[in-house]
């Protein structure tokens, strides 16, 4: 009677756990493929480390069909735009899919934005994560700081563009196909840059800053959605924490220590108080994040989940 009792038991713990492997095998697995768009400074990895620390594994192993977009490091939401859309037939030729789902950090944000209005054709939806769809008052100080077309100008161009091109080189992509260009990446950051550009491609956006009324389903028939968070210093052991607790000193308002909560809105809020500092929501640095709050992977596929729901 043990022995029958033993069996049923262990046979149910092999049923639970085969159950549990189909479900995560599937839980992310959209119609459309994943594209993730990094920010300023950003890569798809580097010596072995991807920006978006553990996610494109995550998602993979719950069955999403993952790519990780290389465009410029540094440069205008336009031109990145049109280096995403490039990488975006691409991906549609090799998988064979007739639209992606693109999910940007930061800069990442309006990349995504602009490839969407452009071509909405080829666009499923577009998730952003801490996007800088109204500016950051940090990049606002360093046009302020940095008068255009003076000697200064020029020099901080010539610094911060051979680090992006080291940057560019060390994740094995060529300086020469993704120009960097740091001051027209700055001036699509600020608040005044970030304004124009929301004329030319208002889709998903909200009526005024800090409103949350943005439309998820845009009339180009692309799904928007955003979530941020809204703390700088999360884990005393991130070394990155203070640096971001420094720069958060520049806003008067709930930020990630580069990008305001209210900047961050697009379509449907999903939220915007996370936990979690700029590198966090991506799992940065190498996933020291708040010890108290959700997995920022988790946060990924669970909203890879939500567009499979929605057919997307």
Known sequence: MKLVKKLVVTVAIVAAALVSQAYASTY????????????????????????FYKVPHKLSRNGAEVYVAQVSPANSSEVRGEQLLAYI???LALSGAQKVNLIGHSHGGPTARYA???APDKVASVSSVAGVNWGSKVADQLRNAIAEDSFQEGAASVVVDAFANIIEIASGSDPRDKPTDSIAAMDSLSTTGSIAFNRKYPEGMPSAYCRNDGKMLAENGVYYFSWSGARTFTNALDIADPFLAITGT??????????STCSSHLGKVLKDNYKMNHLDEVNQS??????????????????????KNLGL
């Open 250 to 259: 520049a806003f008067n308002e709930a930020n990630d220590g580069l990008v």
């Open 28 to 51: 992310a697995k959209t119609k459309y493929p994943i594209v993730l768009v990094h920010g300023l400074f950003g890569f798809d990895d580097v010596l072995f480390v991807d920006y």
């Open 286 to 307: 190498f996933g020291i994040t708040h010890w108290f709050e959700t997995n920022p992977v988790d946060v990924f596929v669970n909203q890879a989940n939500r567009l």
């Open 116 to 118: 969407a209005s452009v």
């Open 89 to 91: 037939d691409e991906v």
